[in-house]
């Protein structure tokens, strides 16, 4: 990997069973290529296209849902609306303020 692709493997549980994820993300992309695919123990996969803003479930092989927006606000605006009235309309913050503190030391020291 390069210093702009990150992995992260986290704990899940489903029905009180643990089991392990894996998160992979790069920035060394286009940007048509900003995808996230999860799949689920059913086969289901959930495909995220965060260019787009767009998602879509995949069942049995078939698209059985999607959501996304429908271009009435801007792009940016609608990938971010959710988070800024979590911060600033419910001031509800996304992680406890040691753990913030973490991640930013982590991020912004030199190597």
Same mark, same amino acid.
């Given at each position: 990997? !390069? ?11 489903? !029905?009180?069973?643990? =089991?392990?994820?894996?998160? *992979? &993300?790069?920035? /060394? ?8 695919? $999860?799949? =689920? ?7 995220? !296209?965060?260019?787009? *803003?767009?998602?879509? %479930?995949?069942? @049995?092989?078939?698209? &059985?849902? @999607? =959501?996304?927006?429908?271009?009435? *606000?801007?792009? /940016? ?8 009235? /979590? %911060?600033? $309309? ?6 406890? /303020? ?14």
């Amino acid at each position: 990997m !390069d210093d702009s692709t990150y992995e992260a493997r986290i704990l899940c549980t489903s !029905d009180g069973e643990p =089991f392990e994820a894996l998160i *992979v &993300t790069s920035w /060394r992309v286009t940007a048509a290529a900003r995808r996230t695919s $999860v799949r =689920f123990a059913s086969g289901a996969e959930l495909l995220l !296209d965060h260019h787009a *803003v767009a998602g879509y %479930l995949v069942q @049995n092989g078939r698209i &059985t849902e @999607n =959501f996304g927006t429908d271009g009435s *606000v801007p792009r /940016r605006e609608s990938h971010y609306i959710g988070l800024y009235h /979590r %911060l600033l $309309v419910d001031r509800r913050p996304l992680m406890p /303020r040691e753990q913030s503190s973490l991640l930013h030391h982590e991020l912004l020291r030199g190597e």
